[in-house]
């Protein structure tokens, strides 16, 4: 799986939306973006996943870049719930591997 | 979605004990497990894979006779910890993916295990 790069924290006012990078400059170009996240002493939880397109679920947006070498994923209304790890993986999609797990970006949101 | 339950979600246990953690599929059929560890402030760490039917697969560097998989039903799987000792002493949390195309991975709960 691709190697991905991600802030260790950021801070996002409650209300806001908050805005997560990710850079996954040597992503092949079967491999999906995922996002998960993990809420302290919790297990982690699926958020939302691409290819090339942008995708919106209820939980968030995700924005891939066109040359696919990073993305962004967007809470449009920051609640304190929101408060987690953020993790970006990237992987083929419907492979049958355990994730592999960077450190994440721990987003903090304000009240 | 699909729910991944994991029990206990806390032991305690004595040095040089044993502990078993069961990760259960409730509401679909897992044919892949997956196992992962997660020590204070830092990221999860792949353990092991566990497939139904057949012997576990573990990543390098995690002693299989010291945490024994087992993977008998579609719905269950389970680690032992054999001969606890405070270095254990983690967050231990299991995975399954379910039988549809996507093979999205579905996370439960955790078990934090301390080890005295």
């Known amino acids: 799986d691709a190697k991905t790069t991600q802030p260790p924290s950021m801070d996002c006012a409650e209300g806001r939306a908050a805005n997560l990078p990710c850079n996954h400059s040597t992503i092949s170009g079967n491999e999906y973006v995922y996002w998960y996240r993990q809420i302290h002493s919790q297990g982690p939880q699926y958020i939302i996943h691409?290819?090339?397109n942008n995708e919106t679920n209820e939980m968030a947006s995700l924005i891939i870049t066109e040359d696919r070498k990073s993305s962004t994923l967007i809470l449009p209304h920051a609640t304190l719930r929101d408060t987690a790890v953020y993790y970006c993986i990237v992987r083929v999609e419907g492979g049958a591997d355990g994730l592999t797990f960077g450190k994440g970006t721990h987003l903090i949101i304000q009240p | 979605g699909a729910v991944v339950s994991q029990h206990p979600s806390r032991v305690i246990c004595k040095s040089g004990t044993s502990v078993k953690i069961e990760c259960r599929s409730l509401d679909f059929q897992a044919t892949t497990m997956f196992w992962y560890r997660q020590f204070p402030k830092k990221s999860l760490m792949l353990m092991a894979t566990s497939n139904e039917g057949s012997k576990a697969t573990y990543e390098q560097g995690v002693e299989k006779d010291k945490f024994l998989i087992n993977h008998a039903s579609l719905t269950l799987s389970t680690l032992t910890v054999t001969s606890a000792h405070p270095e254990d002493s983690s967050f231990y949390i299991c995975?399954?993916?379910?039988?549809?195309?996507?093979?999205?991975?579905?996370f439960g709960p955790g078990t934090r295990l301390t080890v005295l």
């Open positions: 995975s399954a993916i379910g039988t549809g195309g996507a093979n999205e991975q579905f």
């Open positions: 691409g290819l090339k």
